[in-house]
T-cell receptor, first 114, second 113 residues
Framework: NAGVTQTPKFRVLKTGQSMTLLCAQDMNHEYMYWYRQDPGMGLRLIHYSVGEGTTAKGEVPDGYNVSRLKKQNFLLGLESAAPSQTSVYFC?????????????FGPGTRLLVL | AQKVTQAQTEISVVEKEDVTLDCVYETRDTTYYLFWYKQPPSGELVFLIRRNSFDEQNEISGRYSWNFQKSTSSFNFTITASQVVDSAVYFCALAPNTDKLIFGTGTRLQVFP
């Protein structure tokens, strides 16, 4: 039972390159979220999903796309990376169809865009 | 506005001291939830507590305790007899009824031996 896993753990990109971050969960949770964490700014929501096949924008969605083709996976894509996207990215899941259920986080992906 | 303020950016204490991390929130909702998460140096986010707006009872879990006061919109976290392993960044978060989870900017706690 791995909980929430994120792939990769660390990545370096050049400006303009693309990449996909994978979040996988084995807890059968309905809700999944992508956050970014920047120094002094806490965590900010990028996109989220309330179930398989659904996605919605969060607080800072620009420059990112997401997909939830399978319930257990939530992908975050950067089509053309920019230095401003250098950050630590966290995936989170929540069990029930309620907004305020506890979120459980993955270990994070550290991304550096040069 | 709906926001969470953690005014203490960094706190340093010596082991065995008690320390309180402050959290003040703003929301227009009457139903909401409050959370605390711990982020140790390894980087993961560890869930500590979830409290709903209708339960103002203080909570104690070992050396950890939480004081929820709706009158002052605060949800403070106290560590009693701090240990080096408590060194981490602690985040307070608010889940309003009508919005997503909102995090504070975190308080870095350093506990020195």
């Amino acid at each position: 039972n791995a909980g929430v896993t994120q792939t990769p753990k660390f990545r370096v990109l050049k400006t303009g390159q693309s990449m996909t971050l994978l979040c996988a969960q084995d807890m059968n949770h309905e809700y999944m979220y992508w956050y970014r964490q920047d120094p002094g700014m806490g965590l900010r929501l990028i996109h989220y999903s309330v179930g398989e096949g659904t996605t919605a924008k969060g607080e800072v969605p620009d420059g990112y796309n997401v997909s939830r083709l399978k319930k257990q996976n939530f992908l975050l894509g950067l089509e053309s990376a920019a230095p401003s996207q250098t950050s630590v990215y966290f995936c989170a899941t929540a069990e029930f169809r309620r907004e305020q259920e506890t979120q459980y986080f993955g270990p994070g992906t550290r991304l550096l865009v040069l | 506005a709906q926001k969470v303020t953690q005014a203490q950016t960094e706190i340093s204490v010596v082991e065995k001291e008690d320390v309180t991390l402050d959290c003040v929130y703003e929301t227009r909702d009457t139903t909401y939830y409050l959370f605390w998460y711990k982020q140790p140096p390894s980087g993961e986010l560890v869930f500590l507590i979830r409290r709903n707006s209708f339960d103002e009872q203080n909570e104690i879990s070992g050396r950890y305790s939480w004081n929820f006061q709706k009158s002052t919109s605060s949800f403070n976290f106290t560590i009693t007899a701090s240990q080096v392993v408590d060194s981490a960044v602690y985040f307070c978060a608010l889940a309003p009824n009508t919005d997503k989870l909102i995090f504070g900017t975190g308080t870095r706690l350093q506990v020195f031996p």
